[in-house]
């Protein structure tokens, strides 16, 4: 499990760790001073739990926590911070917990389990749970692991499965929002993927990559530039 922790202020952080390794100390634990560095650390890695300050002295981390939801949608995000006030302010975010300073290792013990608790049964989720996709008149239930890929075919669009392609009306940033939390990953405007079905990464045109999938060898699915920092990390490769 990696762990990143962002505090612009360096006792905080090594107390933190410590705390932290107590608990689990099979963790890996990178750190950051400042959003900036946060920024390149979430650029080179990808990270299971986020532990981020919000008074950081470049880049407030309410501010940081969005990006990261961005860069990591499937990382759990916690606050760190010395005013209580913002416990209000980390769910509005959606980020997962918070913890006061000067940290309370039970507290932190409590809020770690949580976390650990939710990516287990997120994972549990993704191996069993079905789409409901209605094609051809009848509602069908498709087995999420089946899904390798979605594309915009016209108005629709089109289910690219181990068992077959199916079509429904609806649009791709309606599956987007459905899948993102099973491991499925929007590469271009017209393209959904299931990471784990990835087989193949090239070079393609504009300087940019595309892709095979596995079962669908044939099919050449483009990413857009913009895109291929997250996918790399999403595939552990940078």
């Known amino acids: 499990m990696k762990i ?14 410590h705390q932290i390794l107590e608990i689990l100390p099979e963790a890996e634990l990178y750190e950051a001073d400042s959003g900036t560095s946060a920024l390149e650390l979430f650029g080179r890695d990808h990270f299971d739990i ?12 309410t501010t940081l926590a969005g990006i990261a ?6 990382a759990k995000i916690i606050f760190a911070t010395a005013y209580s006030e913002y416990a209000v302010k980390a769910f509005e975010l959606g980020v997962d ?3 006061l300073k000067p940290f309370d290792p039970e507290r932190l013990k ?10 287990t049964s997120t994972e549990t989720m993704s191996s069993c749970a079905r789409l409901a996709v209605n ?5 069908i239930f498709l087995d999420i692991d089946q899904i390798v890929y979605i594309e915009t075919s016209g108005r629709c669009c089109t289910i690219h499965t181990r068992v077959g392609d199916f079509t429904e009306n609806l649009l791709l940033g309606e599956y987007e929002k459905k899948l993102t ?17 990835v087989a193949e990464l090239f070079p393609w045109a ?20 913009d895109k291929v920092r997250q996918l790399r990390q999403l595939l552990k490769l940078s």
């Open 135 to 139: 094609s051809n008149r009848k509602t």
């Open 181 to 197: 939390p099973y491991g499925f990953f929007r590469i271009h405007k017209s393209y959904l993927i299931h990471v784990n079905s």
């Open 206 to 225: 504009s300087n940019s990559i595309a892709l095979k999938m596995r079962g669908f060898e044939k099919d050449i699915l483009p990413v857009s530039r």
């Open 97 to 99: 917990n918070y913890i």
């Open 50 to 61: 986020l532990f981020l300050d919000i008074n950081l002295n470049d880049i407030n981390g």
């Open 69 to 74: 939801q961005r860069i990591m949608p499937q």
């Open 4 to 17: 990143a922790v962002v505090d612009d202020e360096r006792p905080a952080r090594s107390e933190l760790k």
């Open 110 to 119: 409590h809020v770690l389990e949580r976390c650990i608790r939710n990516m």
